[in-house]
């Protein structure tokens, strides 16, 4: 009986913690800055970057 008991309060304690990981992941929240998610749009030359001519 004793160890059932433990496992439903360590399951509690999970469910809590899960719980409170995906109320704070979903509210939203961001920094001040974002990420860059598109390429430059600048062309590298291939001399310069290390590229045939190395």
């Known amino acids: ?3 059932r ?3 439903s309060a360590v399951a509690a304690a999970f469910a809590a ?3 409170l990981g995906v109320v704070s992941g ?3 929240a ?3 800055t974002q990420a860059v998610t598109e390429w430059p749009s600048v062309a590298v030359n291939a001399d310069t ?3 045939a001519g190395s």
Do not use: E, F, Q, Y
């Open 5 to 7: 008991l433990l496992r």
């Open 30 to 32: 961001k920094g001040d």
């Open 1 to 3: 009986m004793r160890n």
């Open 26 to 28: 979903v509210s939203g």
């Open 49 to 51: 970057a290390g590229g």
């Open 17 to 19: 913690l899960v719980a």
